[in-house]
């Protein structure tokens, strides 16, 4: 299976640390937050990995020329930042036929991947989202078949699939599992968000499933506070 992480954001919450070193060359317990995903990600038998790249992107260029992890590494440069949707688009030449994952490159899990990536190929759903029980001011709507129906931003809740059952709302983990056939049904402008184009999936009827990632250690280095917590209680994986 192949696998992209986004990696072109500008870190502007981690400033004034990202003024000089891209987020995903933070380092968790003195290793690049990167390096732990791609670690993670090999683990599970991912050994094909695009990385798109914006900000500070000489600096993870001049990185992954002395390093590849057990993994092939292709680098796509956004010469203007695309956003999550945008980014995925500017990479649908580099799928085959298979499914595959896609990934932030702030975001530690321990979730299980391969539990992710069955529950996925048992689906009838074009994409899979991890996701979580943490809240936060936009979260998904699922149903009680784990449907994705919507979304809730602040006390609004948008709902453009039929629900099956009561609804919930769900925080999103920042993993996806995603059919290639999925990028028939885009609508891309030059950059967007990916989340937004799941909600315009919806209201074409394509299905997307959830996936729960039960209790496992979650955390979006989006924060000093996030990075300081990621330090102190990440289990690693190595």
């Not at 796509?76 to 036929?97: A, C, H, S």
């Not at 056939?181 to 968000?193: E, L, N, Q, R």
């Amino acid at each position: 299976m192949k696998a992209m992480i986004f990696a072109a954001g500008f870190g502007k919450r981690l400033q004034p640390l990202t003024f000089d070193t891209p987020k995903p060359l933070i380092k968790i317990q003195g290793i690049p937050i990167i390096e732990q995903i791609i670690h993670y990600l090999v683990g599970f038998g991912i050994t094909d990995i695009i990385i798109n790249t914006h900000h500070l992107h000489s600096k993870l260029e001049e990185f992954f020329s002395r390093n590849s992890f057990g993994a092939t590494i292709t680098l796509r440069y956004e010469k203007q930042i695309l956003g999550t949707g945008g980014g995925l688009y500017n990479t649908k030449d580099f799928w085959n036929d298979d499914d595959f994952m896609v990934c932030n490159s702030d975001i530690l899990c321990t979730a299980d991947l391969a539990e992710f990536k069955s529950k996925h190929l048992q689906s009838d759903g074009l994409v899979t989202l991890a996701t979580n029980h943490r809240s936060s001011a936009s979260m998904l709507l699922v149903d009680e078949e784990d449907y994705l129906v919507g979304l809730k931003r602040e006390d609004n809740l948008t709902i453009l699939q039929a629900p099956k059952g009561k609804t919930r709302p769900v925080g999103f983990c920042g993993y996806h599992l995603l059919s290639p056939k999925t990028f028939s049904f885009f609508s891309p402008t030059v950059a967007f968000s990916i989340i937004d184009e799941y909600m315009k999936l919806l209201g074409k009827q394509v299905k997307i499933k959830t996936w729960d990632i039960g209790d496992v250690f979650w955390e979006d280095i989006g924060t000093k506070e996030a990075l300081e917590k990621a330090n102190r209680h990440f289990p690693g994986f190595f």
